[in-house]
Antibody, heavy 119, light 111 residues
Framework: EVQLVQSGAEVKKPGESLKISCKGS????????IGWVRQMPGKGLEWMGI????????RYSPSFQGQVTISADKSISTAYLQWSSLKASDTAMYYC????????????WGQGTLVTVSS | QSALTQPASVSGSPGQSITISCTGT?????????VSWYQQHPGKAPKLMIY???NRPSGVSNRFSGSKSGNTASLTISGLQAEDEADYYC???????????FGGGTKLTVL
């Protein structure tokens, strides 16, 4: 069974750093893209970026380029989303999801990680 | 890039059919057969309902169907059921970023 299990909810202060994770199981982790999707409170879904764990090819949506870092450790089948300096506007639910290919969409989703940034 | 355009809300009675539209441009919806649709219930992760415009993943009811004409894709739900009440998002591959873009989402209310 394909599963993506994300790390737990986080509460941080503005300016702090954060790295959240997404562990894949039940499939060949290195053969599928992993994407990150943001959902701000009461709002819609936004593509953030994707990574191919097989060769670490990483691509960012223009709105998120330079704002976050996506990485993966294929030895433990885990992808990451990282911030170096959080802002209050980063408060959102973050989902990881698997893509068979960039064009086909996300076929399996993690349960989401709620990030709250507040002073 | 701009989000795809969806109606904010649609509604229908049990047993009826509804259609949700998703309008983009020739750089996304109109240029490729790479439109997908997602269902999201409150507090839950999205679920893939349609990919490549009209294909259903295994396990998705055949009451859900997709189509496309020009720059507009559509999701049709027939035989509406109470459990179909949810938010629905379209997404398309876009050549402007070589990634994807979502629509703003449509809230479906089953009356």
């Amino acid at each position: 069974e394909v599963q993506l299990v994300q790390s737990g909810a986080e509460v941080k202060k503005p300016g702090e750093s954060l790295k959240i994770s997404c562990k894949g199981s039940g499939y060949s982790f290195t053969s599928y893209w992993i994407g990150w999707v943001r959902q701000m409170p009461g709002k819609g879904l936004e593509w953030m970026g994707i990574i191919y764990p097989g060769d670490s090819d990483t691509r960012y949506s223009p709105s998120f380029q330079g704002q976050v870092t996506i990485s993966a450790d294929k030895s433990i089948s885990t992808a990451y989303l990282q911030w170096s300096s959080l802002k209050a506007s980063d408060t959102a639910m973050y989902y990881c999801a698997r893509l068979p290919s960039i064009q086909l969409g996300f076929d399996y989703w993690g349960q989401g990680t709620l990030v709250t940034v507040s002073s | 890039q701009s989000a795809l355009t969806q109606p904010a809300s649609v509604s229908g009675s049990p047993g009826q059919s509804i259609t949700i539209s998703c309008t983009g441009t020739s750089s996304d919806v109109g240029g490729y057969n790479y439109v997908s649709w997602y269902q999201q219930h409150p507090g839950k992760a999205p679920k893939l309902m349609i990919y490549e415009v009209s294909n259903r993943p295994s396990g998705v009811s055949n009451r859900f169907s997709g189509s496309k004409s020009g720059n507009t894709a559509s999701l049709t739900i027939s035989g509406l059921q109470a459990e179909d009440e949810a938010d629905y998002y379209c997404s398309s591959y876009t050549s402007s970023s070589t990634l994807g873009v979502f629509g703003g989402g449509t809230k479906l209310t089953v009356l």
